[in-house]
């Protein structure tokens, strides 16, 4: 499995989007420590593997964040499983990664896994009513950061704010309670001084719809949190 612990930036792709070729040469030689494919509707096994082959000619590191049984491709660097923290339902926390290891338990390659211990904090965010979400406080927030450092020994938490941008002072907050998780933050990282601004905190930042919208700023996200 990729040394997460190592990264300041990822770049998030979603299957269910275009992105031209030249976009996409771009963002892989970017500079960015790997591409997350991943999204929260409309994953399939088509378009992730169609994203697959043309991401995998290039060097960079590339993982799959599975959002949906049916839709995982073999052949990434990594696989990233998420489980939703804040859910209000227990399906998005354990039923479903137990029906999937239940499943294929035997086939899988717990080397090539890492589990996310996601909390959810944008109510606008499609992730945020299809997991069935609350909105936690931030002392919540700290328990859930607690929880997946120390009873859930999780590789990453990550504070996903898809969509909006989050509050740096609650990140800062986080970072400084975790030392052995990594902590990913994401959502609505548009600028340099943004990409600085949650850089100076979470481990790694992950940059998402800005790609789809205005590659140049994406693209100059990375070397914000790289020199931060
Ligand atoms: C060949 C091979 C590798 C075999 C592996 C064997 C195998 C089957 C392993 C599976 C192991 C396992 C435990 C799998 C679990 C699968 C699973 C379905 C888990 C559920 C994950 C979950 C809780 C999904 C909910 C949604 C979620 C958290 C998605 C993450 C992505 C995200 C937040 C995207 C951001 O939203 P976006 O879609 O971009 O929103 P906008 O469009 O508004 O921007
Ligand atoms: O799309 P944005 O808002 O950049 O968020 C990135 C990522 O955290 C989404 O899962
Ligand atoms: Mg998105």
């Given at each position: 499995?990729?040394?997460?612990?190592?990264?300041?930036h990822v770049f998030k792709l979603d299957p269910n989007k275009k992105i031209s070729d030249q976009d996409l040469?771009?963002?892989?030689?970017?500079?960015?420590?790997?591409?997350?494919?991943g999204g929260t509707d409309g994953v399939t096994f088509e378009n992730v593997h169609d994203l697959w082959e043309r991401i995998e000619p290039y060097?960079?590191?590339c993982l799959l964040e599975i959002s949906d049984i049916e839709a995982i491709t073999p052949?990434?660097?990594?696989?990233?499983i998420p489980i939703v923290l804040n859910s209000q339902h227990k399906k998005w926390l354990l039923d479903i990664q137990h029906h999937a290891v239940k499943e294929y338990g035997d086939i899988i390659d717990w080397?090539?896994?890492?589990t996310e211990g996601y909390c959810v904090l944008n109510p606008d965010a499609k992730v945020y009513q299809h997991t069935n979400c609350y909105l936690p406080d931030d002392a919540d927030v700290l328990a859930y950061a607690r929880i997946a450092e120390h009873l859930f020994q999780l590789p990453i938490f990550y504070l996903e704010y898809s969509g909006t941008?989050?509050?740096?002072?609650l990140v800062q907050r986080i970072a400084e309670e975790l030392n052995q998780t990594t902590l990913f933050y994401g959502g609505g990282i548009h600028t340099p001084e943004q990409a600085r601004e949650m850089s100076a905190h979470a481990d790694v930042i992950v940059v998402g719809n800005i790609i789809y919208e205005n590659i140049q700023a994406a693209l100059a996200t990375v070397q914000a949190a790289k020199s931060t």
């Open positions: 499995m990729e040394k997460m612990n190592e990264w300041d040469q771009s963002v892989c030689e970017s500079g960015t420590d790997a591409i997350i494919v060097e960079v590191p052949g990434f660097d990594g696989y990233l080397k090539s896994m890492a941008y989050g509050d740096p002072k």
